[in-house]
């Protein structure tokens, strides 16, 4: 469900333009993510009334390949939907045709209900797969996921 406190016209998505992106990485760390918005990644925003909601960095690790990274809510927000409808619509509208990421295993039913499917990383390219088997080599159990918008 979206947040009921939202109406559509006070809630307002957008794409961060790279001027702002030192605001939107001291929110990130403020929602307790280790995150710097770098002047070629892509950030998506999701606001109230000039108050950032949710937010999410896409990365392009290679041309055409995109990386979907950091997405978190305002933690006196989250469990009403705003993840949800930001990433439906990164999914919509964005100039990506597709998505990677590196799901914690706890948001793999999250991304299966966004169309996102578990990947082998010997089916991703490489500039994807390769940080990954280095995350999975160092511990980390996320689960690599993709989409592909419909054509």
């Known amino acids: 469900m979206i947040d009921s406190q939202l109406s559509d016209a006070e809630r307002a998505l957008w794409v961060v333009p790279v001027a702002t992106y030192p605001e939107i990485t001291r929110q990130f760390r403020q929602w307790g993510q280790k995150v710097k918005c770098g002047k070629k990644d892509r950030v998506y925003a999701l606001s109230d009334a000039g108050q950032v909601l949710a937010a999410a960095r896409v990365l392009e ?6 990386l979907l990274r950091s997405l978190t809510v305002d933690p006196s927000r989250r469990r009403r939907g705003l993840a949800r409808e930001l990433m439906q619509h990164i999914q919509r509208e964005a100039r990506e045709p597709g998505l990677y990421c590196y799901a914690l295993d706890y948001l793999r039913e999250f991304y299966l209900s966004l169309g996102f499917s578990p990947l082998a990383a ?8 390769e940080p990954y088997r280095r995350y999975r080599e160092r511990g980390k159990s996320f689960v690599l996921m993709g989409w592909r918008a419909q054509t």
Request: proline fraction near 21%; charged fraction near 15%.
């Open 122 to 129: 010997d089916a991703v390219p490489e500039p994807i797969a």
């Open 61 to 66: 690790p290679a041309a055409g390949c995109f």
